[in-house]
């Protein structure tokens, strides 16, 4: 069986997220049938369907880059209830111009990840809202909502119950993408 190319895709900025912690150690736990590289979409201009006409490199680049993934996988932080801007550049980014979603018809999975107790669970579902537009298949279960992200690492080292968690998250993951 062939490598599955998986783009991830982390909704933070911050040097030290804890959501890039989290994207970092589910790709050093998944099996070597996932090439997973964190794709980044900090550098992206905000949408304008008015530079579709010229796209910047930077549309370009991240629309192949998107175009070329087998597969998703979604590590983001809740801001305000929703997804962070930066997340949804990048989801209007690749669906676009209007008729060319380089997102369609692919797995995908979404970890929310929080300081909050509640895991960024509007986050999750407002993400998991978009990908029904966009035709991405979200896998469905095991939902991933990592709360209180403060306590879950001590000196930089994930917790055992964080990092079993992630071990069978990945797991599923697999077994999801592979259906495809």
Known sequence: MSKKKIAVLVGSLRKDSFNKKIANQLISLAPDSLDMEVIEIGNLPFYNEDLDADAPKEYLNFREKIKNADGFLFVTPE????????LKNALDVASRPYGQNVWTGKPGAVVSVSISPIGAFGANHILRQTMVFLNVYMMQQPEAYIGSAYSIFKDGVLNEDTNSFLKKYIAAFTDWVNKF
């Open 79 to 86: 801001y305000n209830r929703s997804i962070p801007a930066v």
